[in-house]
Structure formats: structure tokens, C-alpha cells
């Protein structure tokens, strides 16, 4: 051990929180401890200070009990005592509105006298030096550099700051500094025995009592001299008791009160702070030097405990363990909260009585503090203490289970993506006598239809609700598919067709995004994925149809298929009706009581519930903080353009540099389903069997139908676990199947396509590996390109990305089907070789440029993109955290967990 290099600590500042660290420091070994205080002595102006039981819990544990108990005049006893008292007392008749009482009371001690007692613990191998005021540091990767206004330059491994609510430490962290609270207080010593004799009777006598008022700002300067005469105008019209006290006071001056704002961290790399140098109380708190005396006694212990080695963690395991922001709302609430030091050990506050217990030793290992809920869900915050993860429960099919609503809802979202499937499956053109021009273009009308239907509900997504949106669309299908069910010519085919595939389209942008919106974290890649099942479901459907009805006579045998496709899309219309409000979009529109309740709604709990649980509540804060994300980033810039210009610049910001490469893995993961090839066989499926062989309409009609149904059955296990096996794996192992298979099939078709009927049995394996290519695409890009674009933008861009991806999955879907009838015609074996190619260059694609969004934050994803949008949008979203109390939330529930 004397060979290692010692670790050097300085304190700065001996006030109550340096003294009590350099005390709980005690027994660190291998460490060098300095203490600089700007005080010529240590000792500090003042009168007393409360000490809370839990206080004097710690304190005791530092072995100081036997000389505190000396200074300590009225002793002390485990009895519960009454604590503080509150008076409502700008009235004559004033009154007691509440009364804390605790185990022991609250100890009241002169501040000099604890402040000798904590110094006369101090180790001996502490260096003190007074007279030295910090003037600046500066930190560096190996150490800190201390600058005092002597001219002394000391250089430090640690810095504890404990210099107080004008810290100079706290200048080397982001920071928004202190302000007047529009308090002011009148401070002095009143002669207690004096005091007694003149008034006997005197509550103050009894123990600690706040005289309170409603609280009027006041304003004036900061600190200055003031005379009894004074203070007894300024509360002229109180209660008798209080004039007693005010008339009382040797020597009154009167100081206004500061607080800090709440700061983000109280650690960097090698600083940390402690006491009001991070987190300031007002003083009717009575708790600033207790919290002072926590800080430095956790810090000290968690040194003590796993050695100066594991500094970095120690660091990071203190800001966890004191990180104070989400305790001042209940400080604040200390009058009317009967909770608050109900148990009078101060359930304010959480602290590692023995630093070595089970949850501190979690954090020194980097291990995340996890909060069950009371509906099986869990909250895990991670050892910064800041960044966590939630889940209302398990993934997969047991998760679906526990959010039946949602899945529900999402089942119904997804009849949207039957129709977008129906309208490929279905075979209806070889019933009408019609020239292969207009056939191209019947497909054509359809396609640009959808893409305009895909664009313009990016747009109205936002305006109108999500609900809305699908509804209208719904009705556009359905007068679309009215008009090509009892179409009299080919003109009305036509326009019923383009009309369809404006319902269409805009239904392929707006169900995934309702989806994303409603669903869990947990399952949301499960629910998505429903989308390319209802697709696959709805090509099934359409192309069984269309066989079962080819030989009706008439023209029924076309009107049928088409009119059947009306079903859907009403039971849709009158799903919209019930189905819940997307509560993000509520969120977005300022309607929060509506939120709450579709969110209760759709995560099963009473509307009471919802307001109790934590994890509706984090679910929430979350969704409010990516609102104010939106409204503060583009709010004031777009409200004050036109509306279509507005919507111009929302565009053009997708291709801006901060979003364009999310931009592009929304477009090219359209791309890439597409380009793989599926559309073209299940277009072209059975001219693509007849190539490799197969001949007989039957037996050609049935393997394109198998094709559907591969595609259907390889969905169902990524359903149950594409929150499991995550996106990348699965696109990745799929492009590579595909590539195979197209391959392979590209090479049968070469070596036998000029006698298949000799070579039956290599027709025979091309189909099979029609088959496994079809499974693949169904368990890769097939579901999981629905899943990927709503979840690589944040809110604020994501209808407009969603929208885009899906107008990208129609330009190329009409595309496939102008070019592939020419390449099929051209060279069947290159058909097959181009999509070989097109689906490698898809795994080479998604390896280096596609991030896992499964289980991902927002931030680690702008890591993968290396986009500053993510960073500022960090900033900013921390910001608004903190802000809206979400920070506060998650630290108070992980502590609430470690204190439990
Ligand atoms: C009127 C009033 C009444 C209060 N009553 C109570 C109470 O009853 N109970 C309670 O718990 N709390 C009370 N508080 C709050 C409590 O006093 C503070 O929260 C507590 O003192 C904070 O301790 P600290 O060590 O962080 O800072 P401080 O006590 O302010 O100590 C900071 C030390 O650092 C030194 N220093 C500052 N800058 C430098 C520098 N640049 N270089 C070197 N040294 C430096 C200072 O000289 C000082 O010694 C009260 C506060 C006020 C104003």
C-alpha cells in the first residue's frame, strides 16, 4: 500500500459541510486531505442551527455523540418531542396550523460550538490552511489546479467543494446561478434566560416555531444593520409573541435570502460539490446545514468504504445518493405536508446510514437502482442517477398480454395496412379486357395516388388528430372502392382507383404512427410489426379472393373483389370512433387531462391510478417534455409564418444536416423493402414460377399464393420478439437469406431454365428458395421497415419522416412494377441476380448505418447518427426535465426505492 501513489484531496471551504467530510474522511486510507478556507479562524457568525434527528443519526455514527451532547443544552432522550411548530401569525388571534414531532425532536446547537466540535475531529493528517481563498480552478483530464488569491497555485487529484452558496467552485459547472427569493429575514441573538424571566410563558420557549404569513415578496438591499424599532414596524399587526421576540433581539440586521437554482449535477470529472455550494435552502427549512453535513459524511464514507481507487465511481455513486432536486419540493412543502418528517427521521432525504450497505455497493459497482411499480412494471435508474429505463412488464407475448388495450387499438390502427396488402394481393385486371398499357396504368393510378396520400397525411396527421386522419382516409378509400366496384367503363376504374390510393396511402403513414403513439415502450416494436401482418393478412385475403371468385361468371367475379375491400375500411371507420385519443397528440395540443385519461385508458388503469403510478406519470412527463421540445424549438418561428410556409420549412428541415441521415434510414429502409424484390414476385409471382419451370394456372396460382402465406406465418415470431431480438439482427440475417436465395435462384435459372421439365427437381428447390426468400423478407424488412422510421426521429419530426418513408415505399413499389415486367422479360436469371445484389447492398447498408432502436435512448441514438441535433436537443431536453420535474421524479423514486 506505501508504494501506491496517495490520492490527493482538497477541500475548500471550512464551513459545516468541509469540516463534517474531512471528519468522515477520517478513516480513508491513501489519501493526501487539504482543506483551504478563506476565514482567517474557523468559526462561523451566527446563532443556532436545527439538527434533525436523522442529522444526529450520522453524527453519532461518527463518533461525535459524546462531545455534541456537551454542547447541547437541553440534552437529549429517543422520546418523540415535538419538533417545529407553525403559526399562521400576521393576525392578533394567530394560531398553530401544523406541528412536526420526531424522534428526539429537533436538536438546536450554536453554530460555533458544532462547528469547534467537528474541527476537534478533524484527522490529524488533514492540512489546513486558512487565510487562503480560492480564486478560480481549473480541471483537467490528471487533475484539478487551484489559483488562491495569495498567489498560491496548488494542483489536487479531487475537489470538494464546499465553499458555500457563492461558490467558486460551482464556476466550473453549466450553472444558473443564484437570485433574491424576495425574502428577507431579521437575524440576532435574544438572551434566553433574560428572555424567560420577561416572558415565562413564551411558546419560543418551549422548542423551535416558524411565525409565518402567507409570504409577500419584499424587496430592499442585502445585508444590513437594523434597529428593534424597525422590525417591530415591519410586523406590526401580529401576534403579541412575535413583537416579544422581535423586542427581544441584541443587535438585529436584517439579510435578504438567496437560492440556488437547481443545479443539473453536483459532480464533473474530479469536482464535487457539497452543501449550499450545490444545493442552497432557504433558512425556514432548517435544514441547509444538515443537508451540508449529509453531503460531506456520504462523501466521506463512500471514500472510506471502497477506497480512493474507485474514485470516478465514488463520484458518480454520490451524485446518485445526494442529488437534491427532487427533494426541494418537499422541502417547500414542509407547512403543509404532514408526510414530511412524519417518521422524524427526515423522509426528505436519503442517505446510506452505513455506506457499505447493499445499495451503495450497487452504485460503487455500477449497478442501476431498480423500482418495481405496483402493476408488475419497473423503473431502472442507472448509477448517474439521471438516465433511466421503464417497462410496464415483460416483452413479448406475455407483454401483449398485459397490454391487451393497446394491442387491441393497435389491431384496429392496423386495418389500414389490410387494405394497403388487400389492394396488392388482389387479381382482378385479367378479368377485364384490357391492353397491358392500361394495366400498367391502373397499377400507376393506384401508386401515385397512395403517394400522395402517404405525403398529405404527414401534414394533416399534425393539424387534425391521428383518429381524425384515419377516419377521413377511410371514407376517401371507401368512395374510392364504391366507384371501382360499380364502375360502369374504364375511366371510372380509374378514378376510383386513384381515389382509393389516396385512402390508401394515407392510412400507410398514419397507422404505423398512431401505433408508435399509443403503444408501450416494451411491445413497440411488436405492435408496429402488426402492420406488415395486416398488410401480409390483407394480400392472403386478396389474392385467395381473386382466385376463388375467377371463374364466377360476369362481372361479379371482378366486383366482389373489389367491393369486398369496402369491409375493412368501415369496420375502421367505426373502430376510429372508439378507439383512445393518441396522447401524445393531446400532450402536443396543451389538452393534459385528456392525455392522462387516454393514457390510463390505454395502459389499463383507473383514472386514480394513473394519477398515483409512476410510470403513467414518467410516460407523461415525457411525452410534455417532447412537446415543450417542439413548441420552444420551432413554435415561435413557425407560428409566425404562414401556414404553408411553415410547412415548408418543417420539410425542408428533414434534409437539413442535423436530420438528414435519419432522413435517409427512413427512405432507404422503403427502399430496400422494396428493391429486395417481394412486390415483384407477389405482382409477378406467377410468371416467376412459370420461368423456373412450373406450368399449369392451377399450380402457378397456388405457389404465388403460398408466397402470401409464408410471409404471414414468418411475421408471427416477430410479433413475440422483435423487442427481444432487436431490428438490426433481424435485417441484417434477412438480407443476407435474401441475397442467398436470389442468388441461387439465379443460378438455377442459368444452369436449367432451358429444360426445366428434366430438371424437375432443381425447379423444384428454385421454388423452395422463392419460399425462403419470402420467409426472410417476412421476418426482416418486411415488418421491421413499418417499425424503423418512427422510431429514428424524435417527436418533433417524426409525422413528417413517417410520412416521407412511406411516400419512399410508394415511388419504389411503383418503380418495381414498371421495371420488373421489362428485366423479367429481358433476362429472368438478371432479375433474379439485380435483387441478389440489391439485397446485399441492403445488409451493407443496414451494418454501417443502421442503429438499434430496440430498447435505445434518444440519445444513444444521435450517437449512432453523430448528428449535433442530438446534442442540442439533450440539452435542451434536460433543460425542460428538469423544468417539468420528470429529473425530479425518477431521483425521488430511486430513492424512495433505496430507502425502502
Ligand atoms: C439565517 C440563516 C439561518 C439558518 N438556519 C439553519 C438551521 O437552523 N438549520 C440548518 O440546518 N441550516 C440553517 N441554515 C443554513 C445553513 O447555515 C447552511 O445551509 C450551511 O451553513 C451550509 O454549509 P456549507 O458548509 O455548505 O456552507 P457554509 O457554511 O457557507 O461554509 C462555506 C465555507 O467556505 C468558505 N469559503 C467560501 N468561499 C471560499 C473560497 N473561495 N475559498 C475558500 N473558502 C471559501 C467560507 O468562509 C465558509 O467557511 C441557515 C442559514 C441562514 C442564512
Redesign the pocket.
Known amino acids: 500500500m506505501s508504494n501506491t501513489k496517495k490520492l490527493r484531496i482538497a477541500i ?8 463534517t467530510c474531512a471528519v468522515a474522511l477520517r478513516d480513508c486510507p491513501n489519501i493526501e486531505l487539504t482543506l ?4 482567517a479562524q ?1 468559526t ?1 457568525i ?6 434533525w434527528p436523522r ?1 444526529w443519526m450520522f453524527l453519532k455514527s461518527m463518533g461525535l455523540e459524546e462531545d455534541l451532547l456537551t454542547i447541547l443544552p437541553e440534552g437529549y432522550s429517543d422520546e418523540p418531542k415535538l419538533a417545529f411548530e407553525f403559526r399562521m401569525s400576521d393576525r392578533k388571534d394567530g394560531f398553530t396550523f401544523h406541528k412536526i414531532y420526531a424522534k428526539g425532536g429537533a436538536l ?1 446547537f450554536h ?1 460555533q460550538e458544532i462547528q469547534k466540535t467537528l474541527l476537534k475531529h478533524v484527522p490529524e493528517h488533514c492540512r489546513i490552511h486558512l487565510s ?4 478560480r480552478c481549473e480541471e483537467s483530464e490528471d487533475c484539478v489546479k487551484m489559483y ?1 488569491e495569495n498567489g498560491l497555485e496548488e494542483t489536487c487529484d479531487i475537489l470538494i467543494g ?8 460551482r464556476e466550473l459547472f453549466q450553472n444558473n446561478g443564484i437570485f433574491y427569493t424576495g425574502s428577507q ?1 431579521f ?1 440576532g441573538l435574544i438572551p434566553k434566560d433574560d428572555f424567560a424571566k420577561s416572558y415565562p410563558t413564551h411558546k419560543a420557549l418551549d422548542g423551535p416555531i416558524q411565525y409565518l404569513d402567507e409570504g409577500k415578496p419584499v424587496d430592499g438591499p442585502t445585508i444590513r444593520s437594523a434597529t428593534t424599532e424597525e422590525a417591530l414596524h415591519e410586523f406590526s399587526g401580529w401576534e403579541v409573541e412575535v413583537g416579544q421576540l422581535l423586542g427581544s433581539i441584541e443587535k438585529p440586521s436584517r ?1 435578504v ?1 438567496r437560492d440556488l437554482r437547481p443545479m443539473k449535477t453536483y459532480v464533473s470529472r474530479r469536482i464535487a460539490l ?4 450545490c444545493h ?2 432557504t ?1 425556514h ?8 453535513m449529509e ?2 459524511y456520504v462523501l466521506g464514507r463512500l471514500f472510506s468504504t471502497a477506497g480512493p481507487e474507485k474514485w470516478e465511481r465514488i463520484l458518480q455513486a454520490y451524485n446518485h445518493l445526494r442529488f437534491m432536486s427532487a427533494l426541494r419540493p418537499a422541502y417547500q412543502a414542509i407547512p403543509s405536508s404532514s408526510d414530511f418528517c412524519s417518521d422524524g427521521s427526515g423522509t426528505y432525504s436519503r442517505l446510506p446510514n452505513d455506506a457499505a450497505n447493499s445499495e451503495t455497493r450497487q452504485l460503487l459497482n455500477g449497478e442501476p437502482v431498480v423500482h418495481s411499480s405496483t402493476h408488475g412494471g419497473q423503473i431502472t435508474v442507472h448509477p448517474n442517477g439521471h438516465s433511466y429505463t421503464y417497462t410496464y412488464g415483460p416483452k413479448g407475448l406475455a407483454g401483449l398480454a398485459l397490454n391487451r388495450y393497446a394491442l387491441l387499438c393497435a389491431v384496429f390502427a392496423s386495418i389500414g395496412g389490410l387494405s394497403f396488402g388487400y389492394d396488392q394481393g388482389v387479381d382482378f385486371m385479367t378479368r377485364w379486357p384490357i391492353s397491358p398499357l392500361e394495366e400498367g396504368f391502373m397499377t400507376a393510378v393506384l401508386e401515385l395516388g397512395a403517394l400522395v396520400g402517404a405525403l398529405c397525411a404527414g401534414i394533416f396527421a399534425d393539424n387534425y388528430s391521428r383518429r381524425f386522419s384515419m377516419f377521413i382516409s377511410c371514407i376517401i378509400f371507401c368512395i374510392g372502392s364504391t366507384l371501382q366496384c360499380g364502375a360502369r367503363s374504364l375511366l371510372h376504374l380509374f378514378i376510383g382507383r386513384a381515389i382509393g390510393g389516396v385512402g390508401v396511402g394515407a392510412l400507410s403513414t398514419l397507422s404505423p404512427l398512431y401505433m408508435a403513439e399509443i403503444s408501450p415502450p416494451e411491445v413497440r416494436g411488436s405492435l408496429m410489426a402488426l402492420e406488415q401482418f395486416a398488410i401480409v393478412l390483407g394480400v392472403v385475403l386478396g389474392f385467395w379472393l381473386g382466385y376463388f371468385t375467377r371463374d364466377i361468371p360476369g362481372s361479379a367475379s371482378w366486383r366482389i373483389p373489389l367491393g369486398v375491400q369496402i369491409i375493412p375500411a368501415v369496420i375502421l371507420i367505426l373502430g376510429c370512433t372508439f378507439l383512445p385519443a393518441s396522447p401524445r397528440l393531446l400532450v402536443l395540443q396543451g389538452r393534459y387531462d385528456e392525455a392522462i385519461a387516454s393514457l390510463a385508458q390505454l395502459r389499463l388503469r383507473s383514472l386514480a391510478e394513473a394519477q398515483e403510478d409512476p410510470l403513467i406519470q414518467i410516460e407523461f412527463l415525457e411525452m410534455r417534455v417532447e412537446a415543450a421540445m417542439i413548441h420552444r424549438r420551432f413554435g415561435t418561428a413557425e407560428n409566425s409564418k404562414s401556414a404553408l410556409s411553415a410547412e415548408w420549412i418543417a420539410w425542408k428541415r428533414l434534409f437539413g444536416k442535423n436530420y438528414r441521415d435519419r432522413t435517409m434510414v427512413g427512405i432507404l429502409i422503403a427502399f430496400f423493402q422494396q428493391w429486395s424484390g417481394i412486390n415483384a414476385l407477389l405482382y409477378y409471382g406467377p410468371i416467376l414460377v412459370r420461368n423456373i419451370g412450373l406450368s399449369g394456372g392451377n399450380v402457378t396460382l397456388l405457389v404465388s399464393g403460398g408466397i402470401g402465406i409464408v410471409q404471414f406465418l414468418a411475421v408471427l415470431p416477430v410479433i413475440a420478439y422483435i423487442d427481444k431480438w432487436g431490428r438490426r439482427p433481424l435485417l441484417r440475417g434477412g438480407s443476407i437469406a435474401m441475397t442467398c436465395s436470389h442468388f441461387s435462384i439465379s443460378i438455377l435459372i442459368i444452369l436449367f431454365a432451358s429444360d426445366w421439365t428434366a430438371h424437375s427437381t432443381a425447379a423444384w428447390i428454385g421454388v423452395g428458395f422463392v419460399y425462403t426468400f419470402t420467409a426472410a423478407y417476412g421476418m426482416s424488412f418486411g415488418p421491421v421497415a413499418w417499425v424503423l422510421p418512427s422510431e429514428v426521429f424524435p417527436l418533433s419530426m417524426r409525422s413528417k419522416g413517417v410520412a416521407l418513408s412511406t411516400a419512399s415505399v410508394w415511388v419504389n413499389n411503383f418503380l418495381i412494377g414498371l421495371i420488373t415486367p421489362v428485366t423479367l422479360e429481358w433476362s429472368a436469371a438478371g432479375t433474379f441476380m439485380m435483387f441478389a445484389v440489391a439485397s446485399f447492398l441492403a445488409y451493407i447498408w443496414v451494418t454501417y448505418n443502421v442503429p438499434e432502436t430496440a430498447n435505445v435512448s434518444l440519445e444513444e441514438i444521435d450517437e449512432m447518427f453523430k448528428s449535433s441535433a442530438g446534442r442540442e436537443e439533450s440539452i435542451l431536453k434536460a433543460q425542460i426535465e428538469e423544468d417539468l420535474g420528470l429529473r425530479a421524479l425518477i431521483v425521488r423514486l430511486a430513492r424512495d426505492e433505496v430507502r425502502d
Open positions: 475548500i471551504g471550512g464551513g459545516i459541510g468541509g469540516l483551504y478556507e478563506q476565514a474557523i462561523e451566527g446563532a443556532g442551527i436545527t439538527v442529522t438546536c453554530r487562503h481563498r480560492l480564486s488562491f464546499a465553499d458555500g452558496i457563492k461558490s467558486v467552485t429575514v437575524r439579510w435570502i457539497v452543501g449550499d455550494s442552497n435552502m433558512p427549512l432548517g435544514a441547509g446545514a444538515g443537508q451540508a453531503d460531506g
